[in-house]
């Protein structure tokens, strides 16, 4: 779908082409210049933040770090925005795994909010079929609606949801939702915001922090989407409700999202927080279970737990399971002694849930001694060690190549580093790897052309592209080039962690599809 342009003189119209190429080759190279300083500047900050420090030297670390991912935020905020201007926005058309999206977003957000004190949420409705459309433009309007409410709430939380909003079979209609519990949006200011550089009122810039171009992204890909954004009350209670509309045409041949793995089974939950609760309930009823105030088996929100008390009480009759944020793992041990049959890590996943309910529901299935095993699904349970595993590092920026190596040596792997292209392929003649992170944008051969060197030799090691920019062209490129997988800097713990199980553990390769 195309932007609609301004018409423009017929003398004009022989150079518009080559003008146009060169603004979005600008533009590719500002995003890298600008975001690789800022990246390595993030990256030692988060270094520096897990060595010794005393109180007062984690607070200037902390500070800088999030000065500079503010910082970071306002350039990908002016050149999405500009490159908006400047594109005639294609778009990349391919299934979208709603499911996928939605709690993708909803993890990487987490760690913010659970910063801020706040909840975060997700669920898909099992009539919100899968589609087909372009999901980095999708991920993006969904992270600046789910980010700016993160930002502007400070208690209670955020719930991200999708559901069916009419349409036809071939080409459903869907609504991307995110409550908060923020302030709200004044009905004389909810156009406003959705304009360049607007705000509610004009001191949210100086203390909340933006440009105010995030929502002005949203409001010009919805458009372009043939879609509609609004802002309005959150209807079951104070915050803000922003809602995204558009119809895509239906995905064929997508594996059956709709699960009946609980069919049969009742289930309670038990949440101070509205989102969590909602959400829990949703998953619970999209896997074919049923809720309700007493059941043999429970959810338990360790922010249910009284005033004073470590621990959330187990309930007398039925089998537990607590809720926990990932900052509260160190408590698992301490709840499998109190009796509880299991744990979820928040924000929930559908698959998850289901697994930890089937398995609490089983007397045998009871939590044994030792550390508990993770669901195969969910990465975010327990922290997974790489020891021995080879790892060739293709990284001509010395920041950058110093960050990377660190985290991976911290994760037990064997580092080789590459400082281009050329080298990586000596190095691949030498000595085998179980994985190579390769830097995109290199000088000589850079990342793309070093990948099809390696796979016109035959050489299927598994390759992981480590990209400043989050254009979805660089993503495949990257793809197409033969590479596996693409990771953006500056990289997070969490996430290198994730590549590093999948990419390591042959039975699970898939190549990633494109955004």
Known sequence: ??????????????????????????????????????????????LLSRTRLDGAQRAY??????????????????????????????????????????????????????????????????????????EGRLRQVLFNLAGNAVKFAETGGVRITVERSGGSMKAPKLAFIVDDTGPGIPAEARGRIFEEFGHVDASDASRFGGAGLGLAVV??????????????????????????????????????????????????????????????????EASGGRVAAKAPVMLIDHAARPAGQGLVPRPAGGR??????????????????????????????RASVAERVLAASGAQLTMQPGPPPPPPEDDRVALTRF????????????????????????????????????????????????LVFMDMRMPGMDGCAAARAIRARGDETPIVALTANAFAEDRRACLEAGMDDHLVKPLELEALRASLARWTKSADRAKVAVA
Not at 15 to 34: K, Y
Not at 326 to 347: C, T
Not at 387 to 412: F, M, Q, W, Y
């Open 219 to 284: 409001r010009k890909l919805a458009h372009a989407m043939g879609g509609t954004v609004s802002v309005a009350d959150r209807p079951d209670g104070p915050g803000a409700r922003f809602r995204f509309e558009a119809a895509f045409p239906a995905a064929k041949h997508m594996p059956a999202r709709s699960s009946r793995a609980l069919a049969g089974q009742t289930v309670a939950v038990v949440s101070p927080d509205p989102f969590v609760r909602a959400a829990a309930v949703a998953q619970i």
């Open 387 to 434: 020891s021995g595993i080879r790892v060739l590092l293709v990284e001509d920026n010395p920041v950058g190549a110093l960050l990377a190596s660190t985290l991976l040596k911290r994760e037990g792997c064997a580092v080789e580093t590459a400082a281009s292209g050329h080298e990586a392929l000596d190095a691949l003649k030498r000595a085998r790897y179980d």
């Open 61 to 134: 670390a902390e500070a800088a770090r999030s000065s500079a991912e503010h910082l970071l935020g306002l350039v990908n905020d002016l050149l999405d925005y500009a490159r908006l201007e400047a594109d005639r926005l294609e778009f990349d058309s391919a299934p979208v795994d709603l499911e996928g999206l939605v709690r993708g977003v909803a993890e990487l957000l987490s760690p913010r909010a659970h910063d801020k004190g706040l909840e975060i949420a997700w669920s898909v409705a099992p009539e919100a079929v899968d589609v087909m459309a372009d």
């Open 320 to 349: 537990a399971i607590v809720l926990l944020k990932p900052s509260e793992r160190d408590l698992i041990a301490r709840y499998r002694s109190a009796g509880f049959h299991g744990y979820l890590i928040k924000p929930l996943r």
């Open 1 to 46: 779908m195309a932007r609609k342009t301004k018409a423009v003189p017929d003398t004009a119209t022989t150079v518009a082409p080559a003008a146009e190429g060169a603004e979005q080759q600008f533009l590719r190279l500002m995003s890298h210049e600008m975001r690789t300083p800022l990246n390595g500047v993030i990256g030692m900050l988060g």
